[in-house]
C-alpha cells in the first residue's frame, strides 16, 4: 500500500512540470550579497582633510598715513588708522592629518567589540613681517589704562625711529579615545549599537610679537636700540566619558556607516605669559622684564578648569573590495565647547608706567584674562580597512 502511493506522488509532481509548475527543490538559489568578512580583529588607517575654527585676535599692528599726527598716529578709532595684522582669525586653513583605528570582536556575530582610535593634524602656523623701508610708520595699537583712551606704541615713524616687527602663530591639534561596543537592535535593515568609552583631545596655540625699534639720529637718545618680545601660550586637555550610538547598512559590497558621540568631562586649560624688552644705549645692554602686552601684571603660569561638552557626529561610505579588505570615505564634524585660545588671553588695555623703563602709578594692567570660545573641526577622511 505504502509502495502505491509513492509511487502515485511521484507521477503527479512529475505532470505538474510540463504545466509550469515548478518543484520546490528545482528552484535556483540565490548566493548571499554580501561579500563575508574575516577575522575578529580591525584595523583603519585614514588620511585626514580637516579645517579647525581659527583663534580670534585682536588688532595687534596698525599703521596711518605719513603726515598724520602723532597723537593719532596708529591709533584704533580714527579714520586714518589701519590694521596691517589682526582683528581677524588666524590657522583656520584646511590641514593634513592621519587617523589610526584598531579593535576586536568578542564573537562571530560581531555583536560586542572594543575599539582604540587616536588622530593628529599637522601644526599651522600664520605670520607678520613689516619693516619701516616698506612700512614708514608701524605702530601697535593698545588701550591706555592711565589715562582711559585709545594710544600706540611706535614700532617706526618717520623723522624719529626706524624698525621692524615679525609676529607668528602656530596651532596644534589632536585626540585619541578608546571605546566599547554592544549591538543594541536592528532597524530598517540597519545595525545600530551602543557606545561607551573614553575621551581625549588637545589644542594649543603658541603666539610670539617681537620688534626692534631704533631712534634715529637728531634725537634724543640717537641710536638707542630697544627689542620688545610678548609670548602668550594657551592649551586646552579635555579628559571625558564619551557615550554615543553607531549603525551600519550594508547591500552587496556597499556599506554605509554613522556615529553620533556626545563626550562629557572637565577641560583643563592652562596659559603661559611672557615678555621682556632689551635697551642698548651706549652699547650696553639692559633686559627688563615686561614688553607691551605682557608686563608684570600679567606675566605667569595660570590655569583653570571647566566643565566642557564634545559632540561629534561621522558617516562613511565604504566598498569591500575582498573579505579582508575594504575602502572608505568619510565625513566628520566635532563642537568642543570652552577651549582656551591665545585670543582669549590678550588684554590690550595697558598701564604705560608699567612699560619699561617702568615707573610706579596706575592700575595694573595688562591682566591675565581666561575668556574661552567653541572650537568646531570638521573634514573629509580616505582609509582602508583590514580585518585579520
Request: net charge neutral; hydrophobic share 45%.
Amino acid at each position: 500500500m505504502i509502495s502505491w502511493k509513492m509511487t502515485t506522488l511521484s507521477a503527479g509532481l512529475a505532470m505538474l512540470a510540463p504545466m509550469g509548475h515548478a518543484v520546490a527543490a528545482d528552484l535556483p538559489v540565490k548566493a548571499p550579497a554580501a561579500v563575508p568578512v574575516a577575522g575578529l580583529f580591525w584595523a583603519e588607517a585614514e588620511v585626514l582633510a580637516w579645517t579647525v575654527k581659527g583663534d580670534r585676535l585682536p588688532p595687534l599692528v596698525t599703521t596711518s598715513p605719513v603726515g598724520t599726527p602723532l597723537a593719532q598716529t596708529g591709533v584704533l578709532g580714527f579714520p586714518t588708522t589701519s590694521v596691517l595684522f589682526g582683528d581677524s582669525s588666524v590657522n583656520g586653513a584646511w590641514r593634513a592629518g592621519g587617523r589610526l583605528r584598531a579593535g576586536y570582536w568578542f564573537d562571530p556575530s560581531r555583536s560586542r567589540g572594543i575599539e582604540a582610535s587616536v588622530f593628529g593634524l599637522g601644526d599651522v602656523s600664520t605670520g607678520f613681517t613689516a619693516n619701516s623701508a616698506a612700512t614708514p610708520i608701524i605702530a601697535r595699537p593698545f588701550f591706555d589704562a592711565f589715562l582711559n583712551q585709545q594710544s600706540a606704541n611706535f614700532v617706526a615713524i618717520p623723522g624719529l625711529t626706524s624698525g621692524n616687527i615679525a609676529i607668528n602663530e602656530t596651532s596644534r591639534f589632536y585626540g585619541a579615545g578608546a571605546l566599547y561596543r554592544q549591538d543594541v537592535g536592528m532597524w530598517a535593515n540597519m545595525r545600530v549599537s551602543a557606545l561607551i568609552g573614553y575621551r581625549y583631545l588637545h589644542s594649543s596655540d603658541h603666539l610670539s610679537i617681537t620688534s626692534q625699534t631704533t631712534i634715529l639720529p637728531g634725537n634724543l637718545f640717537a641710536g638707542a636700540a630697544f627689542g620688545v618680545t610678548d609670548s602668550f601660550r594657551a592649551g586646552s586637555d579635555f579628559h571625558g566619558v564619551d557615550l554615543g550610538l553607531a549603525g551600519q547598512w550594508q547591500s552587496e559590497r556597499w556599506t554605509l556607516e554613522w556615529r553620533g558621540k556626545v563626550a562629557l568631562g572637565g577641560n583643563f586649560n592652562n596659559a603661559d605669559i611672557n615678555g621682556t624688552t632689551a635697551i642698548t644705549l651706549a652699547g650696553v645692554t639692559t633686559t627688563s622684564l615686561g614688553g607691551l602686552l605682557a608686563q608684570s601684571s600679567n606675566i605667569g603660569s595660570y590655569s583653570q578648569t571647566r566643565f566642557a561638552v564634545v559632540p561629534e557626529f561621522s558617516l562613511k561610505l565604504g566598498y569591500q573590495l575582498a573579505p579582508q579588505w575594504r575602502l572608505f570615505a568619510g565625513y566628520d564634524v566635532l563642537y568642543w565647547t570652552d577651549v582656551q585660545r591665545v585670543g582669549g588671553l590678550i588684554d590690550l588695555a595697558v598701564n604705560p608706567n608699567l612699560i619699561p623703563p617702568a615707573a610706579p602709578g596706575g592700575p595694573q594692567r595688562p591682566a591675565p584674562l581666561f575668556n574661552t570660545s567653541p572650537l568646531l573641526a570638521q573634514g573629509f577622511s580616505f582609509g582602508a580597512r583590514y580585518n585579520y
